[in-house]
Structures are given as C-alpha cells and as structure tokens.
C-alpha cells in the first residue's frame, strides 16, 4: 500500500470516527425536552441539568443511542463479512435467514403471552435465530463441506418458511397484531440500559473475532483455490465466520427487531470508495454503520414529532435507492 493510500485511509478513517462522535453527540441532543442541543455536553457533568432532563439524557436516550449505534455497526460488519466470504456484493446479514428465524421466535413470545421477565421476548427471538442457523448449517452440508451456494439457497428456504409463518401469526393475533407488526418494522423504542447489556458480550466478543480474520478475508478476494494454496483452512474459516455473524445478527436482532439495508448498503459504499482490504474495511464499517442507523433512528423519532416512525421503515427508504443504483451498476458490469 502506498504512502498516499495511507494518508487517505488515515483521514477518511478520521473522518468517519469524526462524524460518529458527532452523530452521538447530535443524537443525544435532539429530540422531546426543553434545552438545547449544546446541553448534551452535560454527559460529561450531569450535574448541571435538572433531575428531568438527566433521566431524558442518561436513562432514555442516552442507552438508545449507545444501542443504535452498536446494532447498526454489528450489522454492517456482519454484511462485509458475507460479502467477502460470498464475493458477492449484493449479501447482507439476513442471507442466513436468521432475521426471519428471530422474528418468528418473537411472534411465538407474543401471541403464546409467554412472560418470565423483561428479556421474554428479546430471548426467544435469539433463540429461534440459534436454531435457524443449526438447521440451515445442517442442511447446507455436503459431505464435510458447506458450498456457498447450498448455504445460500438453504437460508433463502429457511427465511421464505419462516416469514410463512410470521404472516400466519399477524392473521391470527387479533388484539396482539400491533406488537407483532412494530417488531417486524424494527426500531428502538422502549429500549434502554437493560437491552445494552444483552447485546454488549455478543458484541464485545464477536466484532473482535470477526476482525481477527481480516487476512483469511483478503485471500477469498483470490478465490478459494488460491486461499487453499495459501495455507488457509477455508470449510474451517467459512464455519466459524457464519458462526460469529449469525450470534451477532441474532443479538442484534433480538433487541431491535428486523432492519434491512444497512448491512448491505454500508459495506459496499465503502468498497465503492476503494476499500477492498478487510483490515480497513471492518472497522470503518463498524463507524459507518452504526453512524448510519443512528441518524436513520434519530430521523426516525423527530421527523414526525411526536408520531415515532419504526427505523426498519426509514432504512428502508433511504437503502431501495441505493439497492436499485448497486443493481443498475452491477447490469451494466456484466
């Protein structure tokens, strides 16, 4: 890598970590309250705001920002990871069929009324993401051997099965649609302190595994023979990456519901700019994608003030665009 590829890693990464603080920053001050958005700062000296406004800060907006930011960088580093292991841009987190596995596994919580705690539904919705990655593993092995194809098919069958189901418990919920509805769309409302901690040991633990195989990554831009040839265990890798991806997605999943797009969208903008190498490429995904959901959060909550939009939809809306552009431009490719 040249010195001037360098200096404009370095700045666009500073650039990026730049506008993630700030997008915290900006996240944390708008919104319902009386003060302005310069009163953020008082994170750093609660004492200077009224008993009101720290709760509004530190114990409401405070924690769904924090877990914005984490499911919406999870998730885009989740998708870079596909995508190299793929090679196909066009993968996002959902593929393994998990997303749908997570939600059945909370339409299940909602429509039994099945009720231990607050992590009721948050906790089925993981587990039913756990099996759904078992089944769609054992049903993608040939031999000893997982073809990428095979699994791909197998997820895209998992997934269609699964939403199946999920449509059939939206038509029998009755009074309880509105709580399967919501959680489909996806969004942070309600969350807080309790759902931060849920998610923080896949994170703290999956994001770092994910990006310990940065060079494993970098040689499946050569094609599995050549990562083979350089001493690569590939069916090995492939295991335990899609392993890591769907604990992670299925964490994120179970705390926020399904949200599309921003998997997919993050990763390729930054191959776009020139980021094909995995040590650059995962940790900025990680910035980007959490600096993404949580404007599309913040848009979400005040854009139609005091109507809360589900993020799922305004991801949706801001990645089609983008979604239809990555298919125009792969048509003219090939």
Known sequence: MSRRQ????????LLVLAGAFLGIWFAEGVGEGHYRLGDSMAL???SLLSST??????????????????VGGGLSVCGAVLQGIFQNPLVDPYVLGVSSG??????IAILGHIYFGLFTVPLFAFLMAMLTTFLVFRLSLVGKKIPLEVLLLAGIAMGFLFSAFISLGMFVAGENLHQVVFWTMGGFWGRGWPEVKMVSPFFAVGIPFLLS?????NTFLLGENVAKSLGVDVERVKRWLILAVSLVVAACVS??????FVGLL???ILRLLGYQDHRVLLPLSLLLGGMVLLFADTLARTILYPVELPVG???SILGSPFFIYLLRRKKRET
């Open 313 to 315: 939809i305004v991801m």
């Open 266 to 268: 993050v990763p390729h």
């Open 102 to 107: 997570a939600a059945l596994g909370a339409v």
């Open 53 to 70: 406004e720290r709760t509004i800060l530190l114990k409401l907006r405070l924690p769904r920002v924090v877990l914005s930011f984490m």
């Open 255 to 260: 705390v926020s519901g399904v949200i599309g």
């Open 213 to 217: 195989f940065t060079r494993e990554l």
């Open 6 to 13: 360098n200096k404009r890693i370095t700045l666009i990464s």
């Open 44 to 46: 750093f000296s609660p």
